[in-house]
């Protein structure tokens, strides 16, 4: 059997008060998580639940003060170079064309400039930007940027696809169409076919293969319960913090493909949102309060 792309057991995560050094504060605690090879996870929960440090977790850029993660069978130590991360933030670098933005991770990986080209300009197709290579971040409009930064995570053919409410700060037609593009894209695979036994990965050793439709296991951080819904197989639901923890999982059973747009009228959709939110009210409403004693 496969090992699981993401396997986080019983972590939790400490981190010492910056405005008291002698206070700790728990972000998340005892958190069990799985994310199958080629399976799509949205995990969703209040504001300050946590979600973005579980991710960091599964990134190998935060070590866990305990529990275990494991990628695709094998301890994670250091940074997880099975993944590719797609930040809510803007990404792109500034000084670079989005051809130059899309060829940089080849570039740093030692590919030649010929084929790191051929590449990005592949990619920048695959994500609709094929005329726009030769524009700067600041000459392309936010849903632009994003397809970009898309190309740019996707370029370097990840096995897994870390993904921090990459769509939050756009409108919600241009958000549509990025989710449609981004499951479009997940459900077409890499086009590498998996092999019957381990591959050499780029950084030597070997790595497990794939499953056998090529799909990248993405673990995807929103806030917007309608998106993970829409997009996931599985919906997995944090309570407030301090001491976040799962609550709650959902396997979201609406066939595929999907329109993010039309399956929101389905009955499957509006009955699993109201068996989730039905999980996730109180907790919000936790999560709410607490930043009014904050503020």
Not at 10 to 26: A, E, L, N
Not at 41 to 52: D, E, F, M, R, Y
Not at 155 to 183: C, G, K, Y
Request: aromatic share 6%; net charge negative.
């Amino acid at each position: 059997m496969t090992s699981p792309a993401i396997d986080l057991q019983d972590v939790s995560c400490t981190f010492i008060s910056k405005d008291d050094p002698g206070q700790r504060y728990t972000a998340v605690r005892d958190v069990t998580l799985t994310v199958g090879a080629g399976e799509f996870v949205s995990v969703v929960g209040p504001t300050g639940c946590g979600k973005s440090t579980l991710l960091n977790v599964a990134a190998g850029l935060l070590s866990p003060s305990t529990g275990t993660v494991s990628v695709f069978g094998q301890p994670l130590t250091g940074i997880n170079t099975r993944a590719g991360y797609m930040f809510q933030t803007e990404s792109l670098m500034p000084w670079r064309t989005a051809l130059g933005n899309v060829m940089a991770g080849l570039s740093f990986r030692g590919a030649s400039e010929a084929d790191a080209r051929a590449q990005a300009e592949d990619w920048l197709r695959r994500v609709g930007l094929g005329g726009f290579g030769d524009r700067y971040p600041h000459q392309m409009s936010g849903g632009m940027r994003k397809r970009a930064s898309l190309a740019q995570t996707l370029v370097l053919d990840p096995d897994i696809i870390l993904m921090d409410e990459p769509f939050s700060a756009l409108d919600i037609q241009t958000r549509q169409l990025m989710e449609n593009e981004v499951l479009d894209l997940w459900a077409a695979g890499s086009g590498r076919r998996a092999a019957p036994s381990p591959v050499h990965s780029p950084s030597g050793g070997q790595r497990e293969a794939q499953g056998g439709n090529g799909r990248k296991a993405v673990l995807f951080i929103t806030h917007d319960l309608d998106e993970a819904i829409a997009m996931s197989d599985r919906v997995v639901v944090l309570s407030a913090g301090p001491a976040s923890h799962p609550i709650g999982e959902f396997v979201i059973d609406i066939p595929r493909p999907r329109d993010v747009a039309e399956i929101k009228t389905t009955a499957r959709f509006i009955e699993l949102h109201a068996a989730i939110w039905a999980v996730m009210r109180e907790e919000v409403l936790k999560g709410y309060q607490q930043q009014l004693k904050v503020a």
